[in-house]
């Protein structure tokens, strides 16, 4: 029995809500050892009333040492086992534009990319041509007909679209043919295993006819592909926590994460305000809402310490209208570190702080790090964050007499 | 491997001895965010005392989040995963009569009720009829006679007994007839499987025939069963362990579920004190005690912070008569916690404090939630802290050269 046999069967539906707000990448580190984190650094004075009426801690996003990508990161957050549950870069990339991915179709992340007369690549990604040349092209490669399979080209942003292969026994597990370096060619989409045989050809063909069709293109005259991935198999948080999920993300990548969770992805809006004016808007309709803030990752990714600093100031500005709402469980955490000082994510355990009546309080009155090493909800796996927010919100039964 | 892999093939009989001490629900919270829990509350010198010299630390029952009944709180005290030892209502509660339930039992949970001239449930506890009413209509209802199984029906009090059916090919996945509502009709005991079919078919004519028995009783004239379940298959304590485990408990419960686990139940005593003097008369003659208090959960459960208090206080009070018996290790903790304000079992950390010689002390001075976060056994799952005690106690060998 494990922790989703509990609470199929415990959940219930007391109309408690639970917000969880992501700021992406909050965990940090100091510049220098005897510094500050970015957390410790942001001016949060409502972050701060929230854990010092509530409890704080850490939450490890898959297992001690291991950094996360945004899938394994949010899937934990969502009460998935990231270990468990694995979710392709293709299947998300399609889940993150909206595309309706259906259990036999295999998504693929595909790059534009420059080669030389001999097919050898010289700019992996273009020159990140402008967002509206990849709609073009993408649209250009549609025209793309391959026997028995129905072929999807959609644009993502800049060098970057999807392919979806759609039909009968196709399996994602396909070599990337991304080489991941300039000055060789484009590898060949290899099987995995016989089952992915039919994939494999299929995207070959596919290159094939991208390459004929971006032939006189310049920058973007070939393709690559990589992240092939069949549509994971996700029990929804409905099933799952009993819970109508909706997500309210700016960047497609996370609403895609949501929905294959099951969660109602809220029309995306464009900015932080609106996002707290969308859960606002659809506040009776749902039992948990999802808010995703990027700008705290990428400016850690950028290194921008200041950056993030301010970012996360702008998260705790919103935080009364929020707490406005009176939801049962206020949830405000990362997915994953992203300390400015090493310029991308990393493992180091994440910042959570919970607030609802039921907390047992701890002593900790600040939202930073060394608060949480301290804090009330000590250390705990991130796939147990969802059913610790049932528990505060009275939408767990008892197990056993 | 697990645990009881390793402890059964580690364990030694030093003679040292083992006290485990369970305050019911002895965690709690504050009835303010910046107040103090019960245990907090409470004055406990002796208590103190013990964390001063030894390590206090939280458990975690079953999983974040998960709020436990007894059955799965006691097992992980016990020493057993309560998601791999599932013990069913019917089976806890034969065991808790002193029952002597055997492996091709079936118990079920009988609650005595009331149906109008068209069978519908007007009371499904019959007034809470007096214990003495219980014990009349129980042995009245000992002349059912089912072919080919033996029916055993036993008084719990009030309202409740148990009926036991012992026979071949009877297995415990059949439905509840207890409709948990008043204006309906009792459910059918339905098989969930072919294998429990047969127990269905006893079921219901154990109904019949019982129906007809209370026909002219008032107001308990009709039953319902819920929780059939058969005996659970776990290992003792002394095959696991290699502990002689005894019990002292005042509540059926608590003795069924140490039964359950092959304890020696002693004879029950009356109160904490003839407790003591219980422990104290057998000290002789076995490794490891468990006294269960129950009154500091079922006031937790009435909403009685004060009364609450003053049980932890009371328990506090025996702790020098237990001390003075010279235990390897003394054990104080709870199985969940049931906080006043909730009244109810909760899913929040459950304090616990070990002291023996071989403790490695930590800063604590005062039994309490806040401590406990900051002692030296930290946060740990429950079913982890019988091998801590072995260990304390000296009773582990070393795994691996």
Redesign the interface.
């Known amino acids: 029995?494990?922790?989703h046999d509990?609470t199929r069967r415990?959940q219930r539906d007391n109309g408690g809500k639970i917000v969880l707000v992501v700021a992406d990448g909050l965990g940090g580190l100091p510049r220098t050892p005897d510094g500050q984190t970015e957390l410790e650094t942001a001016r949060t004075p409502n972050l701060d009333k929230l854990v010092?009426?509530?409890v704080c801690g850490l939450s490890i996003p898959v297992l001690p040492g291991i950094t996360p990508g945004s899938g394994p990161g949010h899937l934990g957050l969502f009460g998935y086992d990231p270990l468990q549950y694995v979710i392709g870069r293709g299947a998300l990339e399609a889940a993150g534009i909206d595309f309706d991915f259906g259990p036999s179709d295999v998504a693929a992340r595909g790059n534009f990319c420059t080669v030389d007369s001999d097919g050898v690549i010289t700019d992996r990604r273009a020159g990140r041509i402008p967002t509206d040349t990849c709609v073009r092209l993408s649209k250009k490669m549609q025209a793309i007909r391959i026997d028995g399979v129905r072929v999807f080209v959609e644009p993502v942003r800049e060098h970057r679209f999807v392919a979806v292969f759609r039909g009968d026994g196709l399996k994602g597990d396909v070599e990337d043919t991304d080489p991941q370096t300039v000055g060789t060619k484009p590898l060949e989409p290899n099987p995995l295993n016989p089952e992915s045989r039919r994939t494999a050809e299929v995207a070959a063909e596919f290159i094939r006819q991208a390459r004929e069709l971006l032939n006189d293109e310049r920058p973007a005259n070939m393709v690559t592909l990589r992240g092939f991935s069949g549509r994971p198999e996700i029990p929804s948080m409905q099933e799952v926590y009993g819970l109508n999920a909706a997500a309210i993300a700016v960047y497609p990548m996370y609403r895609g994460l949501a929905r294959l969770v099951g969660m109602t992805v809220l029309p995306p809006p464009e900015d932080l305000d609106r996002q707290v004016a969308a859960m606002t808007a659809h506040w009776a309709s749902h039992d948990f809402f999802f808010l995703h803030y990027k700008y705290t990752d990428s400016t850690g990714e950028d290194g921008n310490f200041d950056e993030k600093v301010r970012h996360i100031e702008k998260v705790d500005a919103r935080i009364p209208d929020i707490a406005a709402l009176n939801p049962s469980v206020l949830i405000v955490t990362g997915d994953h570190s992203t300390p400015a000082t090493l310029k991308s994510h990393s493992w180091h355990p994440v910042p959570v702080l919970m607030s609802a009546a039921?907390?047992?309080?701890?002593?900790e009155t600040r939202f930073g790090e060394a608060q949480c090493l301290?804090g009330?909800l000590?250390?705990?796996d991130a796939k147990?964050l969802l059913?610790?927010?049932?528990?505060?919100a009275g939408r767990?039964?008892?197990?056993?007499?």
């Open positions: 029995m494990d922790i509990l415990l010092e009426r509530g039921t907390c047992r309080p701890d002593a301290r009330g000590g250390r705990f147990y059913p610790l927010a049932l528990a505060h767990l039964e008892k197990f056993g007499a």
